[in-house]
């Protein structure tokens, strides 16, 4: 129990930091990396929770589908930007 | 500068919440809340006295093993019909913007597949098709179901764009799987109303709790969402990833 604890308390102080990162961060594309490391990281913290149904939401829609999405927008603004 | 601020509203808000629910009458401290004025109780016994026992209990409240399915798809279907519309008005609102009615190609990605690749993806496209169809199929008895197992579908459609560059799937039979799959979901629900007392009632016996053929009109309707989000967001991929022919 008191091992679970310890990891919940590292897990949540590493989410805090990637999205504090994934805010402040510059370049658009990190920025969308680091919100797909925070979902990859809470499907995580879900499994600890004891919310499967969750988690498993979160895996394929959070860290795969919306990061692909945000990856392809990004090209598509950049391909724009260089005509 | 600003990022300090950002800091410090953070830290006040965060703050704010925890002070605004600390002593809340209306928020009960934990092992504090009288449970059987909760709903959840109810939904989490299946409204029996006696245990719900996996593999046993024979037609309970409301048939699915996992709770999370009979909650969402049996007693609360409903609103799981308005987050299926929601999803059908910002996939419809993706196709206003980026689709159009005239010749449209794949958009060109800076690198080029290569052989190896194409043949592994299609080797794994199989094996994430059939985890989708297995996590939709036995959504009431295991966690995941219409939602994750859809999106799973189509994350194995977007693995095939990804990996081919001139793979392109044939979205009109996507439209009217996806549109099929949506109809049907009222027309249950209507045959609900006919058959029974109200919409959504599940009037197929419920049968006994694990087995694969249970809980009545529940992975009927699993089976539909999956579909009908898969086609949805495989369509939404499409989309993303075309662009209207140069002229």
Request: no cysteine; net charge negative; aromatic share 10%.
């Amino acid at each position: 129990m008191i091992m679970l604890d310890y990891i919940m308390l590292v897990l949540s102080i590493l989410l805090l930091v990637i999205a504090f990162l994934a805010v402040s961060e510059k370049s658009l594309i990190k920025s969308v990396i680091f919100l797909s490391a925070l979902s990859m990281l809470s499907v995580v913290a879900f499994v600890v929770m004891k919310a499967p149904d969750v988690a498993l939401t979160e895996a394929v829609i959070g860290s795969g589908l919306v990061t692909a999405l945000f990856v392809f927008t990004l090209l598509s603004i950049k391909k724009e930007e260089s005509k | 500068m600003k990022k300090l601020l950002a800091f410090v509203l953070t830290i006040g808000l965060g703050l704010l919440i925890i002070f605004a629910l600390d002593a809340n009458t209306t928020f009960d401290d934990f092992g504090f809340a009288n449970l059987a004025e909760r709903v959840s109780t109810r939904y989490i016994t299946k409204g029996s006295n006696v245990d719900i026992i996996f593999g046993q209990t024979l037609e309970p409240e409301s048939g699915p093993a996992n709770i999370v399915t009979s909650i969402v798809v049996d007693y609360r279907s409903f609103d799981t019909l308005g987050e299926v519309t929601v999803l059908f008005i910002s996939a419809l609102g993706v196709a206003l913007l980026l689709g159009s009615a005239g010749a449209q190609k794949r958009m060109e990605l800076n690198f080029k597949p290569n052989f190896m690749l194409r043949v592994g993806s299609r080797a794994l496209f199989g094996i994430i098709i059939m985890t989708g169809v297995y996590v939709t199929l036995h959504g009431h008895l295991t966690p995941g179901g219409g939602f994750p197992g859809g999106a799973m579908i189509a994350s194995a459609m977007l693995l095939l764009y990804l990996a081919d560059d001139e793979f392109r799937a044939r979205i009109k039979g996507f439209k009217i799987l996806e549109s099929i799959a949506g109809s049907l979901y009222v027309i249950i629900g209507l045959l609900g109303l006919v058959v029974a007392t109200y919409f959504l009632q599940n009037f197929l016996p419920n049968g006994t709790v694990g087995d694969l053929l249970s809980s009545g009109i529940v992975p009927i309707i699993y089976i539909l969402i999956g579909l009908k989000v898969g086609s949805e967001i495989s369509g939404m991929i499409d989309n993303f990833l075309t662009e209207e022919e140069a002229q």
